[in-house]
Nanobody, 123 residues
Framework: QVQLVESGGGLVQAGGSLRLSCAAS????????MGWFRQGPGKERDFVAVIIWDGLATYYTDSVKGRFTISRDNAKNTVYLQMNSLKPEDTAIYYC????????????????WGQGTQVTVSS
């Protein structure tokens, strides 16, 4: 069973950058599709980005395209989310999640979640 731990969140000014990391334990990491989701205050958990097991396919929600980049290093059991040109509306708790099989942006398809890391963007 894969376990996930996020890190890298914090407080940043608008226009700044952060890189989130999600470290996974367990040998099956390299076979999982990995997603990043976020949940703002009083909002549902929304899809941000996803990467297939071999890193050859990625997808993003429209609001982060061109600003965020998802990547993974299977040798390090880690998935990353590089966030540039941050906006106040990016403020949320960011979660990484894992699922076997095909790529998906639906959080209900993911059975393994980290505890989340807070990202706050000030204006």
């Amino acid at each position: 069973q894969v376990q996930l731990v996020e890190s890298g969140g914090g407080l940043v000014q608008a226009g700044g950058s952060l890189r989130l990391s999600c470290a996974a334990s367990g040998r099956a990491f390299s076979t999982y599709t990995m997603g990043w989701f976020r949940q703002g205050p009083g909002k549902e958990r929304d899809f941000v980005a996803v990467i297939i097991w071999d890193g050859l396919a990625t997808y993003y929600t429209d609001s982060v395209k061109g600003r965020f980049t998802i990547s993974r290093d299977n040798a390090k059991n880690t998935v990353y989310l590089q966030m540039n040109s941050l906006k106040p509306e990016d403020t949320a708790i960011y979660y990484c999640a894992a699922k076997p099989g095909i790529i998906s942006g639906n959080p209900h398809d993911y059975g393994i979640w980290g505890q989340g890391t807070q990202v706050t963007v000030s204006s």
